[in-house]
């Protein structure tokens, strides 16, 4: 990629955003499940117990997978 092309990029994206601020949208930045139940640790959604030990890790590294 080419600086031209790179700067047209950088651009648009600050074009979007600037966009959907003016017009009273929610900052793509902030995050709308802050506070939410299911938010934090992985939580089983039968028992409703949230995983705990080695879970925990595991099912983190899993989302990168």
């Known amino acids: 990629m080419n600086g031209r092309t790179a700067r047209k990029i950088r651009e648009k994206i600050t074009a979007t955003v600037v966009?959907?601020?003016k017009?009273?949208?929610?900052a793509p930045w902030r995050s709308p499940w802050v506070?939410?139940?299911?938010a934090?640790?992985?939580?089983n959604i039968i028992s409703n117990r949230r995983y705990s030990g080695i879970n925990?890790?595991?099912l983190h590294l899993h989302q990168f997978r």
């Open 23 to 26: 017009a009273g949208k929610v």
């Open 35 to 38: 506070g939410h139940p299911n």
């Open 56 to 58: 925990v890790l595991l």
């Open 19 to 21: 966009e959907h601020l």
């Open 40 to 43: 934090g640790l992985p939580t």
